[in-house]
């Protein structure tokens, strides 16, 4: 059987060095794609060339000195570098005959430049999977589905830190997976606990006519992400990074007659260690039933849109 060859770009943590092959987990690009028979690491490409080499020794691949050796005969690559580098590297990797880049969030840190990278990715007839991590993890994929079932979205809340462009991006994005497009009404009281051109703020969103509001609470006290959304027939909550679900349904109060409470019904654990393998699992699927790509560099795009204007304060 053929097998798909990979380069990752960016030998850090997420591409490499958060898991080994023996970890239960799946917690790395490399882990994720040496998991799966359809797909053949080849290596690691990275400025730093000893950290490449730190890289393939852990995973037991090849470094590759110069960009053009790891792309000569390859067909996916990952591109795992810093937030800030990622426009440099999209560019530089769409010159080479791919069939697909798998790349972290967030998409670009401009909408310039994203829309570049949409436009040139197009011409070239290259698809992008982005990392939103929580799209792929199973258990949320579960609760997604369900969510019909719920009745009519009533409003939420979250609490996130550590950048609305950075952290608030997943939160964005989530809010935008489960419940449908996003619309801004307000941001303000901005807290600048993670880089300065990034604040984490607090916004006001709805989804058709609905409230959610985003609430920052300063990364360097604690970190947090959690999401609580009400329904006719259920509330949502999830909490600890979406780490528990927790679900409530509409039901007789057992004291009050005639009154009604969201009472809790069900709690379970997600496990992200899902969200790879199903990411790569997505990469086959596409690449050979043609079936949908999850998460699109048009979804990178609108989130980055959604963000920087979050980050206006207005």
Same mark, same amino acid.
Request: a negative charge.
């Given at each position: 059987m053929k097998k798909y060859k990979v380069v990752i770009v960016g030998a850090g943590n997420i591409g490499a060095l958060f898991d080994q092959a023996d970890s239960e987990e799946i917690l790395t690009h490399a882990h994720a794609f040496s998991a799966d028979s359809r797909f053949a690491l080849?290596?690691?490409?990275?400025a730093d060339f000893e950290r490449a080499k730190v890289a393939a020794e852990r995973w037991q691949v090849t470094a590759f000195q110069t960009l053009d050796a790891a792309m000569e005969g390859t067909d996916i690559v990952c591109c795992t570098v810093p937030d800030k580098f990622h426009f440099d590297v999209l560019k530089q990797i769409a010159e080479y005959p791919i069939k697909l880049v798998f790349?972290?969030?967030p998409f670009t840190k401009t909408i310039a430049q994203?829309?570049?990278?949409?436009?040139?990715y197009q011409e070239k007839q290259i698809p992008i999977l982005l990392n939103y991590t929580r799209r792929f993890v199973t258990e949320?994929?579960?609760?997604?589905e369900k969510i019909g079932e719920y009745g009519s979205f009533l409003r939420g809340t979250g609490y996130y830190g550590k950048g609305i462009l950075h952290n608030g991006s997943h939160m964005i994005d989530f809010i935008r997976y489960l419940l449908g497009e996003v619309s801004i009404e307000k941001s303000q009281n901005p807290i600048f606990d993670f880089e300065q051109d990034d604040p984490s703020v607090e916004a006001h969103l709805t989804v058709a006519g609905s409230p959610i509001f985003l609430h920052p609470v300063d990364c360097?006290?604690?970190? =947090?992400?959690e999401l609580e959304l009400f329904f006719e027939k259920a509330r949502i909550r999830l909490s600890d990074g979406c780490a528990y679900v927790e679900r409530f349904e509409v039901l007789p109060?057992?004291?009050?007659?005639?009154?009604?409470?969201?009472?809790?019904?069900e709690e379970y654990p997600v496990k992200y260690d899902?969200?790879?393998r199903n990411a790569v699992s997505n990469i086959a699927d596409y690449l050979e039933k043609k079936n949908a790509l999850i998460c699109t560099e048009q979804d990178g795009l609108r989130v980055?849109? =959604?963000c920087k204007r979050l980050q206006l304060c207005k």
């Amino acid at each position: 059987m053929k097998k798909y060859k990979v380069v990752i770009v960016g030998a850090g943590n997420i591409g490499a060095l958060f898991d080994q092959a023996d970890s239960e987990e799946i917690l790395t690009h490399a882990h994720a794609f040496s998991a799966d028979s359809r797909f053949a690491l080849k290596g690691f490409f990275d400025a730093d060339f000893e950290r490449a080499k730190v890289a393939a020794e852990r995973w037991q691949v090849t470094a590759f000195q110069t960009l053009d050796a790891a792309m000569e005969g390859t067909d996916i690559v990952c591109c795992t570098v810093p937030d800030k580098f990622h426009f440099d590297v999209l560019k530089q990797i769409a010159e080479y005959p791919i069939k697909l880049v798998f790349t972290e969030k967030p998409f670009t840190k401009t909408i310039a430049q994203a829309e570049e990278i949409v436009k040139l990715y197009q011409e070239k007839q290259i698809p992008i999977l982005l990392n939103y991590t929580r799209r792929f993890v199973t258990e949320l994929i579960q609760l997604k589905e369900k969510i019909g079932e719920y009745g009519s979205f009533l409003r939420g809340t979250g609490y996130y830190g550590k950048g609305i462009l950075h952290n608030g991006s997943h939160m964005i994005d989530f809010i935008r997976y489960l419940l449908g497009e996003v619309s801004i009404e307000k941001s303000q009281n901005p807290i600048f606990d993670f880089e300065q051109d990034d604040p984490s703020v607090e916004a006001h969103l709805t989804v058709a006519g609905s409230p959610i509001f985003l609430h920052p609470v300063d990364c360097q006290v604690a970190t =947090i992400f959690e999401l609580e959304l009400f329904f006719e027939k259920a509330r949502i909550r999830l909490s600890d990074g979406c780490a528990y679900v927790e679900r409530f349904e509409v039901l007789p109060s057992p004291t009050y007659e005639g009154y009604f409470n969201y009472r809790k019904v069900e709690e379970y654990p997600v496990k992200y260690d899902s969200s790879f393998r199903n990411a790569v699992s997505n990469i086959a699927d596409y690449l050979e039933k043609k079936n949908a790509l999850i998460c699109t560099e048009q979804d990178g795009l609108r989130v980055l849109e =959604i963000c920087k204007r979050l980050q206006l304060c207005k």
